[in-house]
């Protein structure tokens, strides 16, 4: 009995106990699997906690862009967002190392970097007032074009979109010597019709859903970098949220985020066989071609290292990578 009214009180208490709802901004277009995946979270989240912790998701960029959510969570309007590198970038400039173009060769690498390094960026984030739930690597950036793009030089004869929000990489870009034509992604289709541009780097999942890949049919198929983020709350919003919640919570977002990164892998091979059936053309970037792209992007990296991202950061990122390449 004694159990019994114990068990009756805990229930009494957690019903009585206004539901916490968190809103979250999100650059994710609706009914993608990035969307599903936070809805997933949020239903498990509401379920673990009896209805006192509830997500309302706002999807598509309906909360504006990255720098716009984070303004908002700092306002108290959001309480978390889901962010790409370039947001991420804008709490803790030093997670940007993880997208140094040609820096890593393999998800291995990629996975093995990223176990060592997040836990510093958490608490430079944490510093902030922000808490990061879930990293997310969801595949990899490769370059687009209207002509074939092999070697550097191919790239160098065309006009590259840089998306708009990290100045110290579209300087990198330009000092490696190419042609740089600053260009928000919703202006992308424009651009390329009128000519305004030749090429992109996207995610071929990006590149596909926004049908950019029909007026710049040719992929390389070396990979530029790889495409990392993450859903972050405000750290002062996590601390509400009782303690006995918080460790089951966080092993739903572990199992969403492995799910989520299998279902990623699957949807961009049958994007890119989609995109293979109408008009794609891939090409296999030649055995001496990465030495060469590394060359040309070591010319713009003091415009990152000791100014977008830290010289210890970055050091630290050479020497994990160093490591794991004697190892194998």
Not at 300 to 322: A, C, H, N, P, W
Request: proline share 5%; hydrophobic share 45%; glycine share 6%.
């Amino acid at each position: 009995m004694k159990l019994t009214r114990i068990f009756v009180f805990l229930l009494l208490t957690a019903m009585a106990m206004p539901a916490q709802v968190i809103k979250i901004g999100s650059v994710a277009p609706d009914r993608s699997p990035w969307h599903d995946a936070l809805k997933e979270i949020a239903r498990e989240w509401e379920a673990i906690t009896q209805g006192q912790v509830k997500l309302k998701i706002y999807p598509g960029g309906i909360a504006g862009g990255e720098e716009d959510t984070i303004r908002k969570m700092k306002m108290g309007t959001l309480g978390g967002a889901i962010l790409t590198n370039i947001g991420l970038s804008k709490i803790d400039p030093d997670a940007f190392v993880l997208s140094t173009p040609f820096m890593f060769h393999s998800e291995e690498e990629m996975a093995y970097v990223m176990e060592r390094l997040t836990p510093i960026f958490e608490k430079q984030i944490e510093k902030k007032g922000f808490k990061v739930i879930i990293w997310t690597m969801t595949g990899w950036v490769n370059f687009f074009s209207k002509n074939p793009v092999l070697y550097p030089q191919d790239l160098k004869k065309q006009k590259l979109s840089f998306n708009t929000g990290v100045p110290e990489m579209e300087q990198a870009w330009k000092k490696s010597g190419y042609n740089i034509i600053p260009n928000e992604l919703t202006e992308l289709m424009v651009a390329l019709q009128s000519g305004m541009v030749d090429a992109f780097y996207l995610p071929p999942l990006v590149a596909g859903s926004g049908q950019y890949f029909a007026l710049a049919p040719h992929m390389c198929s070396l990979k530029v970098a790889p495409l990392v983020g993450g859903l972050v709350i405000m750290d002062r919003i996590w601390e509400k949220i009782p303690e006995n919640f918080k460790q089951p919570m966080m092993e739903v977002v572990a199992r969403v985020s492995r799910k989520l990164a299998r279902e990623t892998v699957d949807l961009e091979t049958k994007a890119l066989d989609s995109m293979k059936k109408n008009g794609l053309i891939i090409h296999e970037a030649p055995a001496d071609s990465l030495t060469k792209w590394k060359e040309a992007a070591d010319k713009g990296m003091d415009e990152l290292v000791g100014k977008l991202f830290s010289r210890e950061i970055y050091e630290k990122l050479l020497q994990i990578l160093q490591e794991y390449r004697q190892k194998k």
